[in-house]
């Protein structure tokens, strides 16, 4: 059972990529396609033999250094909103100069449009980095003009295989510190770009482990306060946490985040194997949550798109996620992309969208 906390949101470092000077790998580029660039910070290994979509190999060994870089990732025309079919790496490049000379040049160039957010995943268990790559460019590109056209992740070494789960627990530990330093880069720049995160499933513990390291070092007062949320949304997707770690530190959360979204629900098995490994209630699981006074828990059961039920991309789910970073509430989001359960009141995503 995992206790120590994942510092892991370093996610942020993820933009530190740039191009600026670097070696990369690229395959024939395909027609059709629209290109999203998705800047990343990964502890998996590097094989510089492998195409773009495997240059990161699933485990690796547990090295002290991260890798900085960009994906490119190509999305076919015509696309289908919510799904991956069709989306893959093209090229991957990887800078050799000052990082944190890159990041500053990187959020300088994005603040040409700075209302606009920048995504930031996390991925889960069982997942691959060119899948991680692939679902930011997904969120990218589905939720325009909403968001910037670029987007982050960072990718921490999964076993890539559903008899992995305890090796991807170790993993998301033994990344801890190499994300955390990624996040103290970010920390000190004021940028005026939004920042949103997305975490999934296992990967929503490398954020609320990282933001709870965050608020206890700025209650310290090591670092300078920046006057409002350093990050503007903290959206949870069928989180694997624990339920009353979770509760417990939901007030450190929210001092980071300005706002905080759990979708929830009733039929993931993946997480009901989690709750029965640990003995604990998960956060994902609809009704474990207790919190509905403090954020918006959203009822995602009909929104899967996997049979395992732990899969949620679909058009219902971004519509919804669109809404939110639009600064709709529950409330006004009823009746469009969420309805009311009449018995417990909690809202719940729509299978068809108004």
Request: aromatic share 8%.
């Amino acid at each position: 059972m995992i206790t120590s906390p994942f510092a892991k949101t370093s996610l942020w470092l993820v933009w530190l990529l740039l191009l600026a000077g670097c070696s990369s790998l690229s395959q024939k580029k395909v027609t059709g396609y629209n290109q999203v660039s998705v800047y990343f910070a990964t502890t998996r290994e590097y094989d510089a033999s492998a195409t773009p979509d495997r240059a990161f190999t699933k485990t690796g060994t547990k090295k002290e250094w991260i890798f900085y870089g960009t994906a490119e990732v190509g999305v076919p025309l015509p696309h289908s909103e919510g799904t991956q079919k069709g989306i893959k790496v093209e090229r991957i490049d990887l800078p050799s100069g000052d990082r944190q000379h890159e990041f500053r040049v990187l959020t300088a160039a994005e603040t040409t449009n700075p209302h606009r957010p920048l995504i930031v995943f996390v991925h889960g268990f069982n997942n691959t980095f060119e899948t991680a790559a692939e679902r930011a460019a997904l969120y990218a590109y589905d939720l325009q003009p909403d968001v910037s056209s670029k987007a982050a992740i960072f990718s921490w070494p999964s076993k890539e295989s559903l008899f992995g789960y305890q090796h991807d627990e170790d993993a998301v530990l033994v990344s801890q510190d190499r994300a955390r330093q990624v996040v103290e880069i970010l920390r000190t720049h004021d940028s005026a770009i939004p920042v949103v995160l997305i975490g999934h499933s296992m990967g929503c513990r490398v954020l609320t482990f990282a933001l709870r390291d965050i608020e206890l070092i700025d209650s310290k007062g090591k670092t300078p306060k920046l006057g409002h949320p350093q990050f503007a949304q903290l959206i949870l997707i069928e989180p694997d946490v624990d339920a009353e770690y979770f509760r417990i530190n939901i007030a450190r959360l929210r001092s980071v985040c300005g706002h905080v979204t759990v979708y929830a629900s009733s039929h993931d098995n993946a997480l009901r194997f989690s709750q029965f490994l640990h003995d604990d209630p998960r956060l994902g699981e609809l009704g474990k949550q207790g919190l509905a006074k403090k954020i918006d828990v959203i009822d995602a059961s009909a929104a899967k798109t996997d049979w395992i039920g732990h899969s949620y991309d679909g058009p219902p789910l971004l519509e919804d996620i669109r809404a939110l970073l639009r600064g709709a509430t529950l409330e006004e989001r009823s009746g469009k992309t969420l309805e009311q359960n009449p018995v417990t009141k909690v809202y719940r995503l729509k299978k068809t969208l108004s």
